[in-house]
Each structure stands twice: as C-alpha cells, then as structure tokens.
C-alpha cells in the first residue's frame, strides 16, 4: 500500500515560519515528482511547489515564491515545504503528492497519482 505522510501543519501568525514534511517508501521517491499542494474549502487544490528526486528541478506558484523553499532529502526519503513570511491566505489543508509516472510533472495536479491525508496550516492575521 502506497503511504505519504505528512507533519508539520499547525497555527502561526503572520510572517511566522512552518516546515512541513512528507515521508514516503524509497520507491515512491526514487526519480520522480513530489508535490505540494494547497486547498481550502470551496475552492479547487492548487499546486504550491515540487521538485524532481533526481537532480532537484523545482517549481513554484508565483504566490509562494521567494517565500516557500521544497527540498528532498533521499536518504530520509522525506520532502520538506519551508514556508516563511507566512500571511494568511496561505491557510489551506497542504497535500503531499508523488507522480505516477516518474517523469517532471510540474505543478500539473493531475500527473500526481498518490496522496497524503494532509495537514492543516492555519495563519493568523
């Protein structure tokens, strides 16, 4: 059984800091895409940045940028979301995702075949 699971969620103030993470099977993250994705009720998930196992090509939303850094550690098999500056229209569920194909997806939600349950960031005016 594929298994993403992701810490780090919780509650901050504005221009605060949160790294949030995402452990998975070597196998799932061995040369692909792992995501990060947002979502709030009402709205559609929306892609917040990846990155490619195998040589670190990343990708960002232009809302997040300059703000949020994506990183991998293989040898944890873990991704991280550094987020900082946070305001507080970065509250949203965040999803951890990896690809299905092992290819450079991108922000492209639908190449991503393999979920996390989530977890909540909340930032306070």
């Known amino acids: 059984q594929v298994q993403l699971v992701e810490s780090g969620g919780g509650s901050v103030q504005a221009g605060g800091s949160l790294r949030l993470s995402c452990a998975a099977s070597?196998?799932?993250?061995?040369?692909?895409?792992v995501g990060w994705f947002r979502q709030v009720p009402g709205k559609e998930r929306e892609g917040v940045a990846a990155i490619y196992t195998n040589g670190g090509r990343t990708a960002y939303a232009d809302s997040v940028k300059g703000r949020f850094t994506i990183s991998h550690d293989n040898a944890k098999n873990t991704v991280y979301l550094q987020m900082n500056s946070l305001k507080p229209e970065d509250t949203a569920m965040y999803y951890c995702?990896?690809?299905?194909?092992?290819?450079?997806?991108?922000?492209?939600?639908?190449?991503?075949?393999?979920w996390g349950q989530g977890t909540q960031v909340t930032v306070s005016a």
């Open positions: 070597a196998t799932l993250f061995f040369w692909n895409s």
């Open positions: 995702a990896a690809g299905r194909s092992g290819r450079w997806n991108g922000l492209r939600l639908g190449e991503y075949g393999y």
